[in-house]
């Protein structure tokens, strides 16, 4: 948390999963939540591999990144879509890979999501 300036840190976690300044984010956008509604969109997620980056082990043991309670993550996992459109189901797969940092002991007593540092989908196909 050490980089989000104080006046931003209780709205950086959504800010981190919804902003598509640059790319597609984690989260739909209220647009996409609303069509997604009208087509009865739900998503199952199947996680493949949760991993320390090793940019950020090696950030650690150099003294780069100093708060305690703060951790980092990467999960990949296979996201699929799906939709009810004219009466047929449909399914669409990404390959998805988010990188993740969570704050937590010993600065706090239980775990929590600070914010997505990178996202990226990969589309696997539709049926």
């Known amino acids: 948390m050490g980089l989000v300036p104080p006046e931003l840190r209780d709205r950086w976690a959504v800010f981190s ?13 209220a647009e996409e939540w609303a069509r997604l509604s009208q087509q009865s969109g ?3 997620v199947l996680v493949q591999r949760v991993s320390e980056p090793m940019a950020w082990t090696n950030a650690v043991e150099a003294g ?12 990949s996992a296979e996201v ?4 009810e ?9 990404n390959s998805v890979e988010l990188g993740l940092e969570f704050e937590g002991p010993p600065t706090r007593d239980a775990w929590g999501f ?3 540092v990178t996202y990226t ?3 696997l196909g539709s049926s």
């Open 17 to 29: 999963v919804s902003d598509v300044t640059d790319s597609a984010a984690p989260i739909p956008t």
């Open 42 to 44: 739900r998503t199952t």
């Open 64 to 75: 780069r990144i100093t708060d305690p309670g703060i951790t980092a993550r990467i999960v």
């Open 80 to 83: 699929t879509l799906t939709t």
């Open 85 to 93: 459109i004219d009466g047929r189901t449909r399914r669409d797969v």
């Open 114 to 116: 600070v914010g997505a």
């Open 121 to 123: 989908a990969i589309p």
